[in-house]
């Protein structure tokens, strides 16, 4: 299809979407009276009885003396498994309401703990008290029965701040104890990780990837400080364990496209949701890869800004050694949903996306959005163009940027020889 027809198509689609994020619900705080009404039916005396957890949490605050949580959404045992974050919110077209509403239905029962939990028993032996239950919350196949102790009511403060982006969580509780009400059942390959101490944890990442599991699973398990060397298993942050597992997988994926033969066409792929706008370009020629932000004021990550904000991050044919300057976890994100594709197609390519994060984008829900929405961005039809800088100008001119601006911030545009129009 032609570049221009694409773009126009494209567009059109985009504005029916967008009917969806126009207004900013701030419903929050309703959800949360409903839950406190919920948490006093489930609770007799100081236990949270016939929860079911399809998830946990492990906080990065005061690392290595960590908080970590097992997340029951109360009041909503009979679906537990929509709580938990996975590729089926993208299917369900979750609205930013939604993954808020779900989250602060989320009782995080926590406690604090080492991530090597203690000299006498490191993590690797811990399958008693509440770190051996979370850990068998996550590495089970499905939400899990437990009954939960609790030392006190839980804190309604509900607060989403940017150090949150990961994984915001709802109410929080100190927890005193935590039992199993049933065996949970866990996947053969994921028990044969946890058998063999001798396995790195990029080896056992990769092993269940390949099998089928996708990345939310695994980085649950690997938070839990269930993947690894049975000496070195660690309680991992959730967020770091979800841009560790991004990383070790894209990694894994690009090495399958190494030897591959390059695109042939310039292609140009779209997609839009919770008011993301993601332009990927697919260009003859070896693995290169960017990523350009373009986050708009009054957007999450630029709440008081007169300006766009510009952040850009880039790797070369053999990867990158340090972790990214300015776009964190959605560079592993968005890197991953775009090897995959290749991987699918049996090509290799030089990869830009352009992310344009609108003033729709007002609450955080992670960087699953940016993997999702670039997964399905390679859905159906695309564009194509002469050539790369053919591609760029007409992109640039749906964008709240000039080709001039993506110049002086990306590496690949940087290349593009220059017309007067382009500081337009």
């Known amino acids: 299809m032609r570049l221009d027809d694409y773009i126009e198509m494209e567009v059109d689609e985009a504005a029916n979407r967008r009917k969806m994020v126009e207004e900013k619900s701030y419903t929050i705080l309703d959800e949360l009276e409903a839950f406190e009404g919920r948490f006093d039916d489930a609770v007799q005396g100081d236990t949270v009885v016939g929860s079911v957890s399809p998830a ?3 906080g990065r605050a005061n690392y290595p003396n960590v908080s970590t949580g097992i997340l029951s959404p109360v009041g909503h045992e009979d679906d537990a498994a929509r709580f938990e974050t ?38 690797h032996d811990a399958w008693d008290g509440f770190v051996g239950t979370q850990r068998e919350v996550a590495i089970a196949d499905r939400p899990v029965s437990v009954e939960i102790g609790l030392d006190s009511r839980p804190d309604l403060d509900f607060d989403v701040s940017a150090q949150d982006v990961a994984t915001p969580t ?18 053969v390959a994921v028990k044969k990780t946890l058998e063999d101490d001798d396995w790195q944890a990029q080896g056992a990442m990769n092993y269940l990837y390949r099998r089928g599991f996708d990345v939310y699973d695994i980085n649950t398990i690997l938070s839990a400080g269930a993947l690894g060397q049975g000496e070195n298993r660690r309680l991992v942050p959730t967020r770091w364990s979800i841009t560790a597992v991004d990383d070790t997988v894209g990694q894994f994926v690009r090495g399958t496209i190494r030897d591959a ?16 706008a993601f332009w990927v370009i697919l260009a003859p020629g070896t693995w290169e890869f960017e990523l350009v932000e373009m986050k708009a004021p009054g957007s999450i990550w630029n709440p008081d800004g007169e300006k766009l904000w510009l952040s850009s991050d880039r790797e070369g044919f053999e990867g990158r050694t340090s972790y990214v300057d300015e776009t964190a976890g959605a560079y592993y994100a968005a890197r991953l949903a775009a090897l995959e ?5 049996g090509r290799q390519a030089k990869v830009l996306v352009l992310r344009h994060v609108s003033d729709a984008y007002w609450g955080p829900v992670g960087v699953w959005q940016v993997r999702e929405a670039i997964r399905h961005a390679f859905e159906g039809e695309h564009g194509e163009a002469e050539t790369f800088a053919d591609a760029v100008r007409e992109v640039a ?27 337009l």
């Open 397 to 423: 001119t749906h964008l709240p940027v000039s080709v001039g601006d993506l110049r002086r911030k990306s590496a690949m545009v940087s290349g593009l020889q220059a017309n007067l129009t382009d500081f």
């Open 261 to 276: 033969p390059s695109v042939d066409t310039v292609q140009v792929w779209r997609n839009e949701y919770l008011g993301n």
């Open 170 to 187: 709802g109410p929080r509780a100190r927890a005193r104890s935590a039992d199993l009400g049933e065996n949970p059942h866990v996947p």
């Open 86 to 123: 996975s590729a089926a919110w993208y299917d369900e077209g979750v609205s930013i309401d939604d993954v808020f509403q779900r989250r602060t239905s989320l009782l995080n029962s926590n406690r604090s703990a080492s991530v090597e939990v203690g000299r006498d028993a490191n993590v």
């Open 56 to 58: 946990i949490f492990v």
């Open 341 to 345: 594709h290749l991987s699918d197609v």
